[in-house]
């Protein structure tokens, strides 16, 4: 099995923490200028170039919750990245959603609006991403409040760790969300979190709009 994908990418991570908790063995191909068969490989096989990617003899899939779901199909070990019981399982897809769409977009548009004008980003798209993931982090909050999650790791954790770990760099979750501040810290301690973490810490200096001094 190979995974493609770059260790600073947090959709790569989604995809890494899944394979590691199931203790799936792979190969991991780095995408990146140095490497343009991995490049030229991702190109094919994704619609629109993104990776990660992954390839399992014949099989070849793309988008990183897919990948999750593949893993849980297939390769899961004795990790439980989908809930058995329907109603939780149908939960955990959900806030993989919340946590893709409302987290992770909204930190990227940030990231992109950096990208755009280094040093001069758009102070409306910074504005916007911030009150985006201002909104996400209260939701989140009240969710937690009332429910459980599922335990670590799950299609939840995958999609969690990556989004709230870069997230809190661009928009600080605020104090009146200790839950979901909570939740970052546990993810982090993870040892399939910590791993992508450690893997990642030597590109900091790329992250545009400046990586913070901790984690």
């Not at 070990?77 to 993989?96: H, K, Q, S, T, V």
Request: proline share 9%; with cysteine.
């Amino acid at each position: 099995m190979e995974l493609y994908g770059h260790p600073f990418s947090s959709y790569t991570w989604k995809a890494q923490i899944a394979l590691y908790a199931t203790g799936t063995e792979h190969e991991f191909r780095m995408v990146d200028q140095d490497h343009p068969d991995h490049a030229a490989i991702v190109q094919s096989a994704h619609p629109a170039g993104k990776f990660p990617v992954l390839r399992d003899g014949e099989t070849t899939i793309v988008e990183a919750t897919a990948i999750v779901e593949y893993l849980a199909a297939v390769h899961s070990g004795n990790c439980a990245l989908i809930p058995p019981n329907p109603r939780d399982a149908a939960n955990a897809r959900m806030l993989d959603r919340v946590f893709d769409n409302y987290v992770m977009a909204n930190m990227q548009r940030i990231v992109n609006a950096w990208l755009a004008t280094p040093g001069n980003p758009d102070p409306t798209e910074i504005a916007a991403g911030q009150a985006g993931l201002r909104r996400a982090y209260l939701w989140l909050e009240d969710w937690l409040a009332a429910n459980a999650l599922s335990p670590h790791v799950s299609l939840v954790t995958c999609a969690a760790a990556p989004s709230l770990f870069y997230a809190d760099w661009v928009e600080c979750i605020p104090a009146n969300c200790p839950r979901l501040a909570s939740l970052r810290a546990e993810l982090l301690a993870l040892p399939e979190v910590s791993r992508c973490v450690e893997d990642a810490r030597p590109y900091r200096a790329f992250f545009p709009p400046g990586a913070p001094d901790r984690d």
